[in-house]
């Protein structure tokens, strides 16, 4: 199920690219991002219009990144410093089935994202039996790692996906305007026991 929600993920914000003001959209390929972290968040940074910090390369050594990171094994890495070791990964022999299966539902959309399938050239239309089976087993997964899960994290966790879910149907203003509230709120709460505000107006967090 990963794969269809990439594909839904990627062409919803293609969608969104071309239907919106284009020059406020950056894309950011991973592989760029880990070979040279610092120069693609200045990018990023300048598009936002933001102040950039060395310290963003090092979001695995904060309290937020462990956390999240034991929420699922898909996340370990958010606790681990950036690094290009695992570029080119599935390309091992071992994987080889993995991809296979991958590319059967994105072979169609790599190539606009600068990947090249490794040993499809179509995308394959699967049956109704067949996603039934995908979904069945997908909620068996997460039923049982909801079961491994602290409450608390899984809380958490349950917030983040039904944030990803909204982004998905489209519903981005309305989520957006609620998270930067919640942001907001959230950065009042510190900012009272802060303490003194830099030179640049902005409480040391």
Excluded at 45 to 70: G, H, Q, W, Y
Excluded at 87 to 114: N, S, W
Aim: with cysteine; glycine share 4%; aromatic share 8%.
């Amino acid at each position: 199920m990963i794969a269809f929600a990439w594909r839904a993920d990627q062409r919803a914000a293609l969608a969104a690219e071309r239907t919106g003001d284009w020059r406020r959209w950056v894309r950011v390929r991973y592989e760029d991002l880990v070979r040279n972290c610092d120069s693609v968040l200045q990018h990023l940074c300048r598009a936002l219009e933001i102040s950039f910090t060395p310290k963003m390369a090092n979001f695995n050594a904060s309290e937020e990144a462990v956390r999240t990171a034991s929420l699922s094994p898909l996340w370990t890495g958010l606790s681990s410093p950036v690094t290009t070791s695992r570029i080119g990964q599935f390309r091992q022999p071992r994987h080889r089935r993995f991809v296979i299966a991958v590319e059967d539902v994105l072979a169609d959309d790599m190539e606009e994202f600068g990947y090249r399938p490794l040993y499809r050239t179509r995308s394959r239309n699967h049956s109704a039996a067949e996603l039934s089976q995908f979904v069945a087993r997908d909620e068996a997964l997460r039923r049982q790692a909801a079961g491994a899960r602290d409450p608390r994290r899984e809380a958490v966790f349950n917030r983040r996906e039904h944030l990803l879910s909204q982004l998905r149907l489209g519903n981005l203003n309305p989520i957006i305007t609620r998270s930067i509230a919640a942001c907001h709120a959230e950065d009042g709460r510190r900012a009272l026991s802060a303490g003194p505000i830099t030179d640049d107006g902005r409480h040391q967090l």
